[in-house]
């Protein structure tokens, strides 16, 4: 901490949240809290659907957590809307945080209308976590908040923070304000993703793989939006090709209980070569095992925690071409097509073909990336900053 920041009196700042169950918003949230520095940040965090795993987690960092219990059904009518909106907008006269910062599209328009509703109302950012909207996939009542958010950005933001590039220019063509719009990419922790030799091992002997045995992975919650279907058809053509690979999906919904996953590995003829490990609370030491971390994205991601928690466990990553992956990737894995299963397969077959010290040194190149930059300290700096400038401007009003 240099000398002007122990100068300057500590920020508090109340985060607006939809839900703190798992999903990279949740999860970026949760780092960057435990990484701001407590001397110079003071935080509360408001869920508007519910607490959720992420929610405990934050609590033990000793942030208050506050649940306005509202399902995701309700946040678009009735008399729930009105009350959360009402217990929101008494939060923040009463909290009286220098910043209101929103993560994600509904949380965004309450707390800007919230504060806009009060006299004195502090500075609000909002939060894009999302790129393209598409409609065939997409469901209408988000593209239509999303638009709605569009429309009112000059009016109930004062920054609009977005967590990728791709997200940026999506939401600029579809209304958002540009003269808000910042962007801040997503950081990693390299004490908790990093090389793990003895997580790698006991990962393996818990599903029953070969120590030698190449295991492709894809860490995502079951959703159209991350597509497994499409890694499932890939790894059906790569399994035809290399007979010992084997692969693993870990992520809330992907489990035997899944009737979609299971009929689909029938259909890509994958056999006992499937783990299906549903969600976890050991990721890092799932990625550890890794020899391929997979992001088959259909649509709709900024920035893909997955890619860079894979990166800084020093997994190579085949990724789709959606959101910012290329760029997070660089030259350390593969980028293809999304919606593209021979594409992906390919792309896996070429780093399982790669000499084993080639592969290696992929996985080193993109640890080394993440730590120059995407390192959560770095990133955390990046949103004080970014707190400081934005009370500075308004102050200046």
Known sequence: MDADARDLPPLTILHVITGLFTGGAEMMLAKLLARLPAGQ?????????????????????GIPVI???????????GPALIAGFLRLRRLI?????????AWMYHANLFAGLAAATIPGAPPVIWGIRQSDLDPKISKPATIRIAKLGGRLSRRLSDKILCCSDVARVVHERIGYDPARMVVIPNGFDLGEFKPDPAARAAIRREIAVPDDAPVIGLVARFDAQKDHRNFLAAAGQVRKALPNAHFLLCGSGADAANREIAGW???????????????RGDIPAVTAALDIAVSSSAFGEGFPNVLGEAMAAGVPCVATDVGDSRMIVGDTGRIVPPRASGALSDAMLSLLRLPADERRALGTAARRRIADEFEIGVIAARYLALYRATLAQEKAR
């Not at 649940?67 to 009518?77: F, Q, V």
């Not at 006269?93 to 910062?101: A, G, L, T, Y």
């Not at 029938?266 to 299906?276: E, K, Q």
């Open 67 to 77: 649940n306005l219990g509202m399902n995701k059904g309700r946040l678009a009518k």
């Open 41 to 61: 940040t003071r935080h509360t965090v408001v869920s508007l659907t519910g607490s959720g795993p992420l929610g405990a987690r934050i609590a033990a960092l």
């Open 93 to 101: 006269r009463q909290e009286q945080p220098d910043i209101v910062q």
């Open 265 to 279: 590995i029938d259909d890509f003829d994958l056999g006992a070569s499937c783990r299906l490990l549903g969600a």
